[in-house]
């Protein structure tokens, strides 16, 4: 990978406040709720300006490296450069595509609803805690990894029996492990009585619509809960249309639907965000070899953008956490990130699945189309010498990745607090993915200093302005400019100030080290193609 190395961030995030990252997204622009004037709508996030650009900052370097590069220009462990076709498919497809792939029937998550307080939750995000020992006693339900609820039901607990209880005095268990008698004695996050959740009901998550005028049952159509369908029903018409062979893979960005039961934790668990999926087509006995250089690559790559150290990890799945298609397959791994508001423990940013032949020969039975490979590298040698041909259905690897979730992986990993700074909130963006990607400031707002900055900004504009702001700016001291461009994550700010009139120099000013240089004027654009690494 040629991007440059990003800055280094040692914070592990146990420190860092979501409620400050959120409180400057919504300051410096970076994401609003959306319909906010209206009281907002639950599980839905718009992108200011800055936000707007980050994520495009964040597809584009994904669409660059993994569709234009193909897997960042390394071979692929047959030892040949990886080949990968962009498509774009649409929102809705024809709900038949829904039923094949199992959402109809099993995309669903277990609800549980409070009658007291109205609340609900997913049933396998509540866990429950009874005093050691005490198999008749009360149950105290509570949130999983949400600290305050599990103190608000070690408190309740205490009260109940009556001692001051730890949490070395608590048993602890799944919600979804207790039975209907126990769930009768359980008491909720946040209530008074007893016995008011329900058990967990099914609740698909795919959002309904009507296509067509009379809005009748017979035309129900969903919004997509992934992208990935709409590239196995494309499959064919990739290969018959272009001079694909496998192995290969097929790429798409964009909005996928989800209902959520629990929408939380900012953007993480949105009902309307964005996916980056790859869907890699080889011959079953290559599975896992492909399987580990897309999951071993995918990591770098997070890397590489900036998401380094422990707050990064990649777990193997264990065999019982596998999806239905996942459990012959070369195995499923997840990379995870430690947000503020999982740590100490990690959430998904990508998962990498080897979903074997599962999709195709869903799509394959339920359409009649025949969706088998006709490869010309394989079978018996024929009497000339060549290979006869092998028909089969190909596996699928799948490297699945969230924008969004990216994006907010991207916004905890920079912001960093300096209170010995002029700004003490700093967003250290790696400059590939940095949304303002220099700024230009007269000392003054005189002596030739102003049309010196717009000729440099004009420039710089010219070269660099497809990759992101650059931003040019009058009012207030230096020092408060630089102090606005460290909260707008911008890497590099360039100074006009009365030696540039004389001698073409202007200062750059670092993001990150705070340090300051001259360089000649001419030098600017070279200075900053190098660091941007273009
Ligand atoms: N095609 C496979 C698939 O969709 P997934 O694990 O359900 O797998 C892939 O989703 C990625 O999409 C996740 O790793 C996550 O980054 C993102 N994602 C899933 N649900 C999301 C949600 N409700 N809000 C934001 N991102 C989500």
């Known amino acids: ?64 490296d993994v569709v234009m590069k193909g897997a960042g220009g390394q071979l692929g462990p047959n030892g040949k450069p990886v080949s990968i076709v962009p498509v774009d498919s649409c929102l809705i497809q024809n709900p038949k595509v829904w039923e094949a792939s199992g959402h109809v029937g099993g995309f ?12 609900r939750y997913r049933a396998d995000h509540l866990m429950c805690m009874g005093k050691k020992g005490d198999k008749q006693g009360q149950i105290y339900a509570f949130i999983e990894h949400d600290d305050a609820s599990f103190d608000a039901a070690l408190k309740k607990l205490s009260k109940y029996v009556k001692q001051e209880l730890s949490k070395d005095d608590v048993d602890v268990c799944a919600f979804t492990g207790l039975s209907a008698e126990e769930i009768a004695i359980t008491v909720g996050p946040g209530t008074k009585e007893v016995g008011t959740l329900t058990a967990p009901r099914a609740f698909n998550l795919m959002f309904k619509t009507y296509v067509g005028a009379t809005a009748s049952e017979d035309d129900i159509a969903y919004l997509r809960p992934e992208t990935a369908q709409g590239i196995f029903i494309n499959f064919k018409n990739v290969v018959d249309s272009t001079r694909v062979a496998l192995p290969f893979g097929i790429a798409q960005t964009g909005k996928a639907f989800r209902n959520e039961v629990t929408p939380r934790n900012f953007t993480f668990r949105s009902r309307e965000f964005e996916q980056m999926e790859i869907e890699f087509f080889c011959h079953p006995s290559e599975t896992k070899a492909w399987y580990t250089f897309w999951r071993d690559w995918r990591m770098a790559w997070w890397q ?63 359409s009649g189309a025949k969706l088998e490979y006709f490869d010309t590298t394989r079978g018996e040698l024929a009497p000339n010498g060549q290979p006869k041909g092998e028909r089969y259905l190909p596996h699928v ?60 900004t004009s420039e710089l504009r010219q070269r660099f302005g497809h990759l992101g702001f650059i931003e040019t700016d009058a009012k207030q001291s230096i020092g408060k400019r630089y102090a606005r461009m460290d909260e707008a994550g911008c890497p590099f700010c360039f100074t006009i100030d009365g030696d540039s009139l004389t001698d073409q120099t202007v200062t750059v000013r670092d993001r990150d080290t705070g340090g300051q240089e001259r360089i000649a004027m001419d030098k600017v654009s070279g200075f900053l193609a190098e660091k941007l690494g273009v």
């Open 304 to 366: 590489s953008i900036g998401l380094k150290g422990d707050n990064l990890v990649l777990r193997e799945h264990d065999k019982d956490e596998l999806a239905h298609y996942a459990k012959e397959g070369a195995g499923t791994s997840d990379i995870e990130y430690r947000f503020p508001f999982t740590a100490p423990g990690f959430g998904e940013l990508e998962g990498i699945a080897d979903r074997t032949d599962f999709d195709l020969r869903q799509h394959a039975q339920h």
């Open 1 to 64: 990978m040629t991007a440059p190395a990003a800055p280094a961030n040692a914070d592990t995030n146990q420190t860092k406040s979501m409620d400050d990252i959120m409180a400057l997204c919504k300051r410096r622009g970076f994401i609003f709720q959306a319909s906010e004037i209206y009281g907002g709508i639950n599980g839905f996030w718009d992108y200011g300006p800055l936000g707007a650009q980050l994520k495009k900052n964040l597809r584009d370097a994904w669409w660059q």
């Open 397 to 456: 690897i799948e490297p699945s990745a969230g924008l969004d979730r990216g994006v907010l992986a991207i916004l905890c990993e920079s912001y960093t607090k300096d209170d010995s700074r002029p700004s003490p909130e700093i967003m250290r963006f790696h400059p590939r993915i940095a949304p303002i990607k220099a700024a230009v400031f007269p000392l003054v707002n005189k002596d030739g200093m102003p049309e010196m900055a717009a000729k440099l």
């Open 108 to 119: 669903n998550d277990p609800m549980v609803d409070c009658r007291e307080t109205k609340a």
